[in-house]
């Protein structure tokens, strides 16, 4: 490994480990305000979330949409197209895949496969809507894609509260029935809820690394986010490549629904994911990884990790589960520092270039 290589892996690795313990600073300042002692405090929340096996359990399975939707943003931003609407994308894929699972007369392990084809399929969809309308109407992607959520939102939770209500179920509950146990991920234990999902987003996030680091598609869609220019200067079609990476990013965000439903729910629950801030949450792992894939899949684990342990907080120390938010955000804005510092370099550079090819 040469020195720029190992200098590159070191920042990589150094400058989100400055935020994390930035982010727990913050956290314990924090708690002493509130008169609870931070080390008391942070030995629970990390002996709740990673050194038991049941917690251990329940974080692996909550960080696996997690790490699918931070790897799905990543897809898109590092080509330069900033895609904010995971959540809705996971809504609607998950949702067609529960449709499929309910009404398919298939139920074995290739109904499955059919079911999450259908579900990425539709989301793949509904990322190429807001796409369309950046390419032909030059609507700012950013806010199409965030908007799109919200009605999203409300079209999904009007299928689960009228037309697939389970009416077996609670009165109040607003969510489909359970789908059939041949079409669910196998189930370890009964004691919590880890299945084999995990390992199959594990392996989808592995994936992803090689085809970011070893082929034309991730390549050229690298180059793209660098430089639009450059890079059709080069013979990139940056077009074909905003559709390609949006497509992909949201195959992913349904792919992350479906590991939800098919792995823990068995069913679709009534704003299932935009409760869960599974889409917002693989967006902060994404960006304190700087859009690697394998260090996602870690930041991914952590930031689940905080979520179950926030939870065990408040419930055994008294501590408001929001602690775990205020740390994440934290975080998040640290990383985001570092980020924006970076931009402005590049664009101080681009621009010096440019003024020296005029001159």
């Not at 077996?168 to 607003?174: C, E, K, S």
């Not at 991914?300 to 008294?318: D, E, P």
């Amino acid at each position: 490994m040469d020195d720029f290589r190992r200098k590159k892996l070191i920042d990589d690795v150094a400058s989100p480990m400055i935020a994390i313990l930035a982010g727990l600073l913050v956290g314990a300042i924090v708690m002493l305000l509130t008169g609870t002692n931070p080390l008391f405090a942070y030995k629970e929340m990390f002996t709740k979330s990673f050194f038991r096996p049941y917690y251990l359990a329940e974080t692996l399975v909550r960080s696996a949409p997690i790490m699918l939707s931070g790897v799905a943003a990543a897809v898109a931003w590092r080509a330069g197209y900033i895609n904010l609407g995971m959540q809705g994308q996971m809504a609607v894929g998950g949702l067609v895949a529960t449709v499929m699972a309910i009404y398919l007369p298939v139920h074995s392990w290739w109904g499955t496969v059919l079911c999450f084809a259908g579900g990425m399929g539709a989301a793949a969809l509904t990322a190429l809507i807001p796409t369309y309308l950046d390419y032909k109407f030059k609507a700012s992607l950013i806010i199409t894609t965030l908007m799109l959520n919200y009605a999203i939102n409300h079209i999904t939770n009007y299928f689960v509260a009228y037309p697939m209500r389970d009416p077996a179920g609670d009165g109040m509950a607003q969510q489909s029935v359970q789908i059939a146990r041949s079409l669910r991920f196998y189930r370890f234990s009964n004691k919590n809820a880890m299945n084999t999902s995990v390992f199959v987003a594990i392996i989808v996030v592995v994936l992803l690394y090689f085809v970011f680091t070893k082929t034309k598609f991730g390549y050229e869609s690298k180059i793209t986010g660098l430089n639009k220019n450059f890079a059709q200067y080069g013979g990139i079609r940056s077009m074909r490549t905003m559709f390609q990476t949006m497509a992909l990013s949201g195959a992913l965000s349904g792919f992350a629904a479906c590991i939800e439903i098919f792995g823990v729910r068995y069913r679709y629950v009534n704003s299932m994911f935009s409760s869960t801030g599974y889409a917002w949450t693989g967006l902060m792992a994404m960006l304190i990884a700087g859009y690697n894939p394998l260090l996602t899949l870690v930041y991914s684990i952590f930031l689940a990790g905080l979520n179950i342990g926030g939870t065990a907080l408040q419930r055994n120390v008294g501590v408001p589960m929001q602690i775990a938010d205020i740390i994440q955000c934290c975080i998040t804005l640290f990383v985001s520092v570092k980020i924006l510092h970076e931009y402005k370099r590049m664009k101080a550079f681009s621009k010096g270039t440019a003024r020296g090819r005029t001159s």
